[in-house]
């Protein structure tokens, strides 16, 4: 696990490139405490981070082939390097290391560019070929490692992070304004997009092949998840054997492995295949809040612990030190992300720190995989009753249903609102009745995206360039309505579960120098549940229904019988001591000096709550951009001085 960089240019590698390079290890050596490493050529230059996981005395980057003219700078763990190297070394290969990444390299010299399918885990990597006069940039299937990109011409800077090329000087903080529309409306900022002008994500499943001589350049994907085969077979039994042939991979390191712990399945599911292959080297870590909070978790997580026997750290945040680090918490996640509980995720990897555990499990991807949230299933039957509609099957009386209230007393107040579900159905209807063809519903349905579409003309000084990059884009299409449900879910998986879920862990874990590792995003067990899928509809089924299935003899009954209650904070407390913090920083700050933000917004945006005391999105959407936004400037006003990124390449 490391931060990795580079700087790939037709027209060659300079001074000034050389102590750029130097200057994005120092902006990344929270990603690496443990040591660096860099290769140079004529016209590549790459270099990275480490923080040791895999072969602590020996695995040290960049690695190389045999007869040196192959180098390679790699993040993240191939979970199956064991026997892949068996094979490759049956093949003739001979290893220097017992990196677990010294593989790709050994792959590459077989399959070429094709050696990205014979890797499970999570990876972003650069390989340069210098005989070939080739590199090879590419990402993990799902994304679970990031790798940005920023290019000027046929020159191309890349960093693991934003802040990465943000503090090194490498790229101008500018923000973005189509990127700032994404985030007004999804409260995250999709891939491939970013909230700073010229910088991109290589999306997740994507590859890059640069030919250095004569320079040519090639992006494509090199897996999706849609393209899984069906598989008619038990679904729990398919499951179950994915998921136990998955568990010895992802626990394999030479330090100690905990698991962040709540009380729900996913994390206890995690926890029991851990438990399984390690005993007693497993070590939980659970987050509770002060003042008796109904969202602390910690007891229920107990309670689990104490059944599995295993060894549990409990911290309770205060919530006037969450106040405190939110402007901080912002900056680190690296892409302006508006959830609170990313302070959760923060503070329970300081503890895994704090108590020596540098990697650590989470259970990220149950949820979205398997119908755990009710949204999405929402989302996947509405999809089916516009479909029926378009085809004259169904009309307005297949929307009009009435629905059970929550328990909640807000919940219950919104629910009379909308009529018991009548009313929200009615404007279903209109919506479907009017929307693209070939747009499917998904994240319409959200509150934030109606306040979105009416704010941003009153609020943004940046509109009119804004509104030239639709948020609805990434949903509409006729590849999406195959199988809708099955859209859904790679929807969900490449946006919510991205970048709300596995992007927001990976930089919050990497800013406490941990490594975070996510058993349920497995491409294996994903391809099963798609394939099993397309043989058999399970979203009308209860959540989770064929993981609960797969599953019921590993996690106790007492776990499936909890109430959901998702990864959720005091959020109104919080809420409350962060406004009275910070949002002040609104009426001048860096969105309104850099003109995104008209001078009047804050007028608009400083009502903090509706009249059932909810706070409305639209206020800490912003505050959470201003406060990503001031991390970013003060990284940029603090890169080293002298010759920037774009200097460089025009002296060359």
Known sequence: MCGIFGIISASGIADADRRMLRNLAAALVHRGPDGEGFAESDHVAIGMRRLAIIDLTGGWQPL?????????????????????????????????????????????????????????????????????????????????????????????????????LIGSGAVPFVMDPGGINQYLHYGFIPEPFTAVRGVRKLFGGHLLEIN???????????????????????????????????SSLVVRSDVPVGIALSGGVDSSLVAMMAKGQLHDRITAFSIGYDGGAWQDETNLAKEFADHAGIEMHVRHMKTEEVAEGFADICFRRDDP?????????????QMAREHGVPVMLMGHGGDELFWG??????????????????????????????TKPPISWTGAITWLEKGGGILSGWNDWKTDRTSHRHQLPYWDPHSTWHIADAMGPVILECWEEARMTDPTAIWRGEHLFPRTDISITKLVSETYLAVNGIAQGDRLSMATSVESRLPLVDYKLIETVIGLRKARSDHHLPAKKWLRDATQDIVPKFVFERKKRGFTPPWRRWYEAIFNRHIEDLRNGILVQSGILKRGAYDEIRRTTDRL????????????????????????????????????????
Not at 66 to 79: K, P, T
Not at 225 to 239: G, L, N, Q, S
Not at 644 to 651: D, L, M, N
């Open 64 to 164: 190389w082939n045999e007869d040196n003219s192959i180098a390679l700078v790699a993040n993240g763990e191939i979970y199956n390097f064991v026997e892949l190297r068996r094979e490759l070394e049956l093949r003739g290969h001979h290893f220097r290391t017992g990196s677990d990444c010294e593989t790709i390299i050994h792959l590459y010299e077989e399959y070429g560019a094709d050696c990205v399918h014979h890797l499970r885990g999570m990876f972003a990597f650069a390989l340069h070929d210098r005989r070939n006069k080739k590199v090879l940039i590419a990402r993990d299937r799902i994304g679970e490692k990031p790798l940005y990109l920023a290019w000027s011409g046929n020159r191309l800077v890349f960093a693991s992070e934003m802040r990465g």
């Open 613 to 652: 005391g909810r706070p409305y999105p639209l206020l800490i959407h912003m505050l959470v951009l201003e406060c990503w936004a001031q991390g970013m400037s003060r990284a940029a006003s603090n890169a080293p001085r002298g010759h920037s990124s774009t200097e460089a390449h025009r002296k060359v």
């Open 337 to 349: 992300t508006a959830d609170l509980s990313g302070s959760s995720y923060f503070a329970v990897m």
């Open 212 to 246: 250095l001589d004569p320079w040519t350049v090639n992006e494509r994907c090199w897996w999706r998840m849609e393209d899984a085969p069906p598989i008619d077979a038990d679904p729990a039994t398919t499951i179950r054997n994915v998921l136990e042939g998955m």
């Open 373 to 402: 949230y009710k949204w999405m299933q929402d989302a996947a039957s509405r999809a089916e009753k516009r479909e029926k509609m378009l085809r004259g099957e169904a009309g307005i009386w297949n929307y009009l249903k009435l």
